[in-house]
């Protein structure tokens, strides 16, 4: 069995690894913001060294865990969640380099700790009811999320039902591609990865800063740089230019396909 220090030291590499990818549309990274003004990489460095007590936290959660529903492991991770966003908001001066990545993260590692031969289906057991318990009686709540804000608006679950599902974005695309990739380097292999999962899965932080006309767009961005072998090539390289000019000049953020590429990198790492 890993220890929950080396489930949390994989995640922190697959935090600092997600940041440092580029040129990635609609995200921080080492040579560009335009679309997050208020935060740099060194931002996401920070952010990304105070997250490892609680990313060790979680795991041990998992590692722990002696009950028969699996659901009380899920709400015995929630407080930890709370203080791992505590010490993101301190390291960074309030900015949320990372709120998404906590919830995400937090479940996984404690799958992961719980039983590594059995993460999604854990990973389900542990959600069950999710979307559920936390959508409901929303129109009496005074402070929406972004994710309560837009299943009120559109109807769709966002993170929590893609957690749900047991993550079939990232198990089921995402994480299959990256373990198919061969002679090719880091960067190219997370970027690509990224379009994969641009080009599955629903992202609440376009659509609250655009429209879904905005998502589809995004969307038809990432399956044609895919369609054309990825992003290591000229034409795969005109078409991201491109994708990353509509996000600066429409301000769209990709915030969740980043949560969900940090997931991937991290399973990628934990599984080798």
Known sequence: M??????ADAAVKALLYEVNVHPKPGLVDPVDNSTHLDMNVFTFIDSAV?????????????????????????????????????????????????????FSLGIILAACGYDRDNIQA???????GLVENDFKALDSKKNLSNGEKMFL?????????EAEKGYPTVFDNSLPYLKSQTDVDLNSMFLNTLMVIVSHSYDSNVVKRGDLNSLERIQKYA?????????????GKKILDDMNEYCNKNNLSLG?????????????????
């Open 2 to 7: 890993k220890s929950s220090k080396y489930l």
């Open 50 to 102: 105070s997250l490892h007590p609680y990313l060790e936290e979680f795991a041990q959660a998992g590692i722990d865990f002696e009950g028969n529903d699996l659901r009380d492991l899920f709400k015995s991770i929630r407080p930890i969640g709370i203080k791992a966003e505590e010490a993101m908001f301190e390291s960074t001066n309030n900015i949320n380099t990372h709120k998404g990545a906590i």
């Open 122 to 128: 854990t990973i389900k057991a542990m959600l069950q």
């Open 153 to 161: 608006k559109y109807g769709v679950t966002g993170i929590r039902g």
């Open 223 to 235: 399956k044609d740089i895919l369609n054309v072998g990825g992003c290591g090539n000229s034409e």
């Open 256 to 272: 969740g396909s980043a949560d969900l590429l940090i997931v991937t990198i991290f399973l990628f790492l934990f599984l080798i």
